[in-house]
């Protein structure tokens, strides 16, 4: 049974940090790309960072240079690190995890964390 399961969210400042984990169990990890992906309210659900199983990575323009996305494979572990927050950040973040390099749907997903930044 694969389980996802994020920590780290909060409330923050604007400006201020958080680090999201993303504890993977279930799954050949390696082998696996790691999505992150965030839904504030009346928005849809958008990807926010990506690290495929090859090494690749990729971020949506609004957070690059800000968020960066690493992965422990010895903890079976994906991290989103947020710098320099901004209210627009606010939303329920969320980890999925496909066997596709760069999927179009994600096979399986975390429950989500709350990030709040106030301004």
């Known amino acids: 049974q694969v389980h996802l399961v994020e920590s780290g969210g909060g409330s923050v400042q604007a400006g201020g940090s958080l680090r999201l984990s993303c504890a993977a169990s279930g799954i050949t990890f390696s082998s696996y790309t790691m999505g992150w992906f965030r839904q504030a309210p009346g928005k849809e659900r958008d990807l926010v960072a990506r690290s495929s199983w090859s090494g690749y990575t990729y971020y949506v323009d609004s957070v690059k240079g800000r968020f960066t996305t690493s992965r422990d494979s010895a903890k079976n572990t994906v991290y989103l690190q947020m710098n320099s927050l901004k209210p627009e950040d606010t939303a329920v973040y969320y980890c999925?995890?496909?066997?596709?390099?760069?999927?179009?749907?994600?096979?399986?997903w975390g429950q989500g964390t709350q990030v709040t930044v106030s301004s």
């Open positions: 999925a995890a496909d066997t596709r390099v760069t999927p179009l749907k994600y096979s399986f």
